[in-house]
């Protein structure tokens, strides 16, 4: 009975159709598949690759980071017997400069996005599908197909490898000495004048199947989404040759790639082990939750990683976003909430907040941790006080007073010590109480984007969301510090601090908050940092000054998927990100759209309208577009960004973490009535 009304509870697989008539459409959908270790497949919904990070099989040699392009795509064919000669259907599509070839979306019939991402075809009078799916926790990828119907027919496989690291572009007049070597098993490619990866290629059944070696560089591969985003673009790619083998539908056709050693991949039993921990997700959020709930409490498995230690065992911890994120620790500490709690994961919430606890030094929380194993980058200003507000609401959720002794509050004593006294980068508490930090060449908040070496928006000095973060993380401390003294003297901090918050930032004639305090200045640029104030426990306003602020965010800066990074009304604002680097970077935080700030805004505004039922039914309003966007862009995910100006076009990742978990925790903070 269980067993059966969690097979109910999971969300049907999303379904494209796929008419080449559409196909400018169907090129920006995008698949995505991850196994737990930071590694990926993904590619648009036609098969095609529009982005150098789009591939079969880009694997985490260091997981969760280290991310290395293997398998780029392979031109796969179904050959069927005719009258007179052979009917060739190309099942492959591929774009190079100004022509698509081959055009296989001209036999698909429709793509699945599901445990496995699924082509369907019909190649004359055969119906065949096609499905890859990514092994769990190794560098493996398992591509099956399946004649349904129609006469038995040949199938040819010819891969296409990059065998390089997934920030760079592959070209044939590079040095590269890339060659294979065909042993009983497969196909091993490597690139011999280097000490990189090498990918293992294996075909089941092995009884009829044949390899024809044929190496050949192809050139130009058109990535019109790279493109579009002012990058190169296109890439040159090297195949060792084709197999061949007979395709029945009694006989399934299994092309395995894994890296560097070769590793079995059990299509069928995989699968079910990946829909049984999606049955445990969406079951999780409970019987009554609607679709976008549960799609959403399965997107949250995705970023959940391990992250390999020297000398010990693998640490639980988030990635950012796919396709180009790490494990960020602002990022991961606002996403855990959304992802790990309100899907029951707690065992898992605690070894992440443990895993960014063993990192702290000097009373900071890493930043990132640097992608080529240089070590933690501690730039960040707020991922320490969004690690203190995490671990605070894994208690609150858990009951697990032990985990926080044990565990965590060493690490908020340090970080609240450090914060008053002094840390990295100035960081420091005010005479006033107030939390001050930065200059002029640093960004330390999450509007980190910086242009030509400067930061695009200076935000040294007193921050508003940084102090509301900082009087939040003071009454966590007071109430949860075992020490009565230490206790104590948090809370005379947090009461300096909250007087001297409302002086600081209360602008009277906008009514709302300053954005950023610093000497005499006060910037008065509305952004969505001030919500923060609200929507965080302890808020330091009166309830009439609460109202104010969720007012004026709502009216500048509320959009279908989001919250403006800055007004419409200021001269500076920026409603579409550009085609270069520079546009984008300028407009990050400049009125772009985040989903994230959704969370947020959506707690401050039940919270002042006393969690009513109008106020929830609103609330679900504002939430429900994303029911649409999930099949758009990152098929079944959230994007990180969208443009400022309608029609809000996503940008950015296909698929973000804090964008999912907060939008998964305003749909619950919606249905719960108050938060839990």
Same mark, same amino acid.
């Given at each position: ?238 195949? /060792?040759?084709? #197999?061949?083998?007979?395709? @029945?539908?009694? $006989?399934?056709?299994?092309?395995? &790639? %894994? +890296?560097?050693?070769? !590793? ?101 929380? /890493?930043?990132? #941790?640097?992608?080529?194993? @240089?070590?933690? $980058?501690?730039?960040?200003?707020? &991922? %320490? +006080?969004?690690?203190? !507000? ?287």
């Amino acid at each position: 009975m269980c067993g059966r009304m969690s097979d109910e509870l999971l969300p049907e697989p999303l379904v494209v159709s796929c008419d080449p008539s559409a196909l400018e459409e169907l090129l920006a959908k995008e698949w995505l598949l991850t196994n737990r270790i930071g590694a990926y497949a993904s590619a648009t919904v036609v098969g095609a690759n529009t982005r150098q990070y789009h591939g079969l099989l880009v694997a985490a040699a260091r997981p969760p980071v280290g991310r290395f392009m293997a398998l780029s795509s392979v031109l796969d064919e179904l050959v069927l017997p005719a009258e007179r000669t052979e009917s060739n259907y190309d099942l492959a599509t591929f774009e190079f400069d100004g022509a698509f070839q081959p055009f296989g979306v001209a036999n698909l019939l429709e793509f699945r996005d599901d445990v496995a991402a699924t082509f369907v075809y019909q190649c004359g009078p055969a119906r065949l599908v096609k499905e890859i799916i990514l092994a769990d926790v190794a560098n493996a990828v398992g591509i099956r197909y399946r004649l349904l119907s129609g006469p038995a027919g040949m199938l040819r496989i010819r891969p296409f490898v990059a065998l390089r690291p997934q920030h760079e572009l592959r070209r044939m007049q590079q040095d590269h000495h890339i060659t294979y070597l065909y042993y009983r098993d497969g196909i091993r490619v490597e690139q011999r004048n280097a000490s990189t990866h090498a990918l293992h290629l294996t075909l089941v059944p092995a009884a009829r199947r044949r390899f024809c070696p044929d190496p050949q560089w192809w050139y130009r591969f058109c990535y019109r989404a790279d493109r579009a985003r002012g990058l190169t673009g296109s890439e040159d790619l090297y195949s /060792p040759g084709r #197999f061949e083998v007979p395709l @029945s539908p009694d $006989s399934p056709v299994q092309l395995t &790639a %894994s +890296l560097d050693d070769p !590793i079995e991949v059990n299509f069928d039993a995989l699968a079910e082990r990946k829909r049984q921990r999606r049955r445990a997700l969406v079951s999780a959020v409970g019987a009554g939750a609607d679709e976008l709930t549960r799609r959403l409490a399965a997107a949250t498995d995705a970023f959940v990683v391990q992250r390999k230690r020297p000398n010990a065992h693998p640490a639980a911890t988030i990635l950012a976003g796919y396709h180009w994120f790490g494990d960020w620790g602002r990022d991961a500490m606002i996403a855990l909430p959304g992802l790990l709690l309100e899907t029951g994961r707690y065992e898992t919430a605690l070894a992440v907040l443990r895993g960014f606890a063993e990192a702290v030094d000097a009373g900071m929380v /890493p930043n990132f #941790f640097d992608e080529y194993g @240089s070590g933690p $980058s501690f730039n960040s200003i707020d &991922a %320490s +006080l969004w690690f203190i !507000i995490a671990a605070d609401r894994y208690v609150s959720a858990t009951g697990d007073e032990a985990g926080w002794r044990n565990h965590l509050m060493g690490a908020v004593g340090s970080i609240l010590r450090h914060y008053h006294d002094g840390a990295r980068f100035g960081i420091h508490a005010d005479a006033d109480g107030l939390l001050a930090g930065g200059d002029e060449a640093t960004q330390l908040t999450w509007m980190d984007a910086c242009a030509a070496g400067r930061p695009v928006t200076p935000r040294h000095g007193k921050c508003v969301e940084i102090n509301a973060l900082w009087h939040a993380a003071l009454r966590i401390a007071q109430r949860r510090d075992t020490e009565p003294a230490t206790a104590l003297d948090w809370g005379h901090l947090a009461d300096l601090v909250a007087g001297a918050f409302e002086r600081n930032f209360w602008n009277e004639q906008a009514q709302c908050l300053y954005d950023v305090v610093r000497g005499d200045f006060r910037e008065s640029a509305i952004r969505p940092n001030q919500i923060l104030a609200v929507a965080l426990p302890d808020c330091p306003l009166p309830a009439d000054k609460q109202r104010s602020v969720v007012a004026v965010v709502q009216r500048e800066l509320l959009t279908p998927f989001g919250l403006r990074t800055l007004s419409p009304g200021d001269q500076r604002y920026r409603g579409h990100g550009g085609h270069s680097t520079e546009s984008r970077d300028l407009a990050y935080h400049q009125g772009t759209v985040w989903p994230w700030l959704l969370g947020p805004f959506v707690e401050a505004y039940l919270k002042v309208n006393d969690f009513s039922d109008e106020a929830r039914a609103q609330a679900g309003q504002w939430l429900a577009p994303f029911e649409g966007h999930l099949r758009e862009a990152g098929l079944g995910y959230i994007s990180e960004t969208f443009d400022g100006d309608p029609p809000h076009s996503p940008t950015g990742c296909i698929a973000q973490a804090w964008s999912v978990g907060e939008i998964l925790r305003a749909k619950r903070l919606v249905s719960a009535g108050r938060p839990g």
